[in-house]
């Protein structure tokens, strides 16, 4: 189905009863040349890419539950392009470029809303280290600006700028990052990928992987087997699980990942805000709930759901920050299972098995990641070679020492 | 949660900080042959099941003691704890 302004203003004066589903429904067919486990954002981006830009045909998506029901309908929405170090930031910037042309790629409203992310300074140490950041980023060809005390209190005035622990001594902005309607993105990606023949099927659980000679030959679901030439797996959350199937051990523990709504409010916090000196994150959605979040709850977890302690220490770093909030009732929580991996960066790689890929580890960053994981890994499957800004997310490089380590924090998942 | 210390008895989570699979105590032989692959391996690959999890929690802000608890990591019940020490001396002794 196609979106016009036309077909807006007949289904407006018509009852809106002539929209269609947005994907066909299809069954499984009994082999395809590839097919990808997880139908969530990076799948169905893969899927969609896979079809449209590597004219890849016969494609299959998996997804055990339906469509975008995982973590790309969990997340906190932003995307950014906000990376220090030479193995991430060209990647994630790829990504922002392919955000600021998603809606005209996929012929969806994805929301895309470029309305800056601030991540704020509280000592000389932190700005040497977001100048450098900064830095980095230009680097890369993406936006950032050095905000002054000064400059940061005209554009944010709402802050607590003299908190006697953590004074606010100005921020770090990228202008072009911003915000997305997140299962949007899914939405497009899914439409965009049915419309070019690829199969997505829903409520199919695979439950084993067909392996001979050191090749895959297919995978065993819950609805009968499905033979492939290839296998891509972005199951982010899930990946040791089902890489388990496959006889492999990843360099990853899942951990579970609060975020949480306010009631709907007027137009108050203009872009995307970052706490310096403790976690919390914030924006407003066009709804008008302030989404916000903060620290993973540090224990090894497939549950969805967090506990209470975490709750508590973001919302105290939400008073700290801007003392505001506090009147404004919280009207939802909920949770979410990461892919934390051993350095804190992702994995888009072939695996020992020929024929069998890998895309996960994001994190909690996967979100702002998804257009660019998806044409990486696409063009991975497509053409067996790495896309150039993801040639250093290998499955091998904790193995060779060229860890990407944003943090510092080492082989450590929770401190990531 | 509320972890069943085995000296202190229950005690809430938040007085602990977590460091991971318990197979974390079984650090490899640094004069094997394969020590580099089996380190690589110890430090880097985990087995992180959806269901019972043995790991390691770290009583920060009590005794100060290592315990290895047992977890349901898709319900998030805890199924029992021990002293990492108990734990590691029975190792020992099983292995003699």
Redesign the interface.
Known sequence: MKFSGFKVIKEALTGHKGWKPLWRDPEPQSDYDIVIVGGGGHGLATAFYLAKTFGQARIAVLEKGWLGSGNIGRNTTIIRSNYLLPGNEPFYEFSMKLWENLEQETNFNSMVSQRGIINLIHTDAQRDAYRRRGNAMRFAGADSVLLSREELREKVPFLNYDNARFPIKGGLMQPRAGTARHDGVAWGYARGADMRGVDIIQNCEVTGFKIEAGKVLGVETSRGFIGAKKVGVAVAGSSSRVMSMAGMRLPIESHVLQAFVSEGLKPTIPGVITFGAGHFYISQSDKGGLVFGGDIDGYNSYAQRGNLPVIEDVLEGGMALMPMIGRARLLRGWGGVMDMSMDGSPIIDRTEIEGLYFNGGWCYGGFKATPASGYAFAHLLATDRPHDTAKAYRLDRFAKGYVIDERGAGAQPNLH | ?LIPHPLLGLRD??EF?????ANLMNRPDPNAPNAE?MF??Y????????GV?R?LWYHEQGDRSWLVVT?N????EILGAELASDVALAHREGSK
């Open positions: 949660m989570a938040q900080t977590y460091l991971g699979d692959a690589c391996d430090v880097f690959l985990r087995d992180n099941p959806a999890h790991e977890r990591t898709v319900t998030h």
